[in-house]
């Protein structure tokens, strides 16, 4: 599995920014996948994640409502629309492929991973 994901940028707090994860090799669409990201000096964490068809979504507590994941089987592309961002937001975004159908919260549910895209919010 090949994930490549994009999208970063630099964005003013308040304003939005739409990531997205291409499965270059496309063996991702049984699986769940999801985003993490990692702030300097801090532990990789959680953001979001989504079932195999997009069924179930699930979505860290400092994300929910303002973050939405989604993803296009048929184009093998994953995405993360980002509103109302914050400084806090800001960190290298990863996206991954779970081991199983479902996503988890655990960076150890997933096996393959992408490199990441930097987003930082300026205040």
């Known amino acids: 599995v090949q994930l490549q994901a994009f999208g970063g940028g630099l964005v003013q707090a308040g304003g939005s920014l739409r990531l997205s994860c291409a499965d270059s090799?496309?063996?991702?669409?049984?699986?769940?996948m999801g985003w993490f990201r990692q702030a300097t000096g801090k532990e990789r964490e959680f953001v979001a994640g989504?079932?195999?068809?997009?069924?179930?979504?699930i979505y860290a507590d400092s994300v929910k409502g303002r973050f939405t994941i989604s993803r296009d089987r048929a184009k093998n592309t994953m995405y993360l629309q980002m509103s109302s961002l914050q400084p806090e937001d800001s960190a290298v975004y990863y996206c991954?492929?779970?081991?199983?159908?479902?996503?988890?919260?655990?960076?150890?549910?997933?096996?393959?991973w992408g490199q990441g895209t930097q987003v930082t919010v300026s205040s």
């Open positions: 989504i079932s195999w068809n997009g069924g179930n979504r």
């Open positions: 991954a492929t779970a081991r199983r159908a479902v996503a988890g919260t655990g960076a150890e549910q997933y096996t393959y």
């Open positions: 090799s496309r063996t991702s669409s049984n699986n769940g």
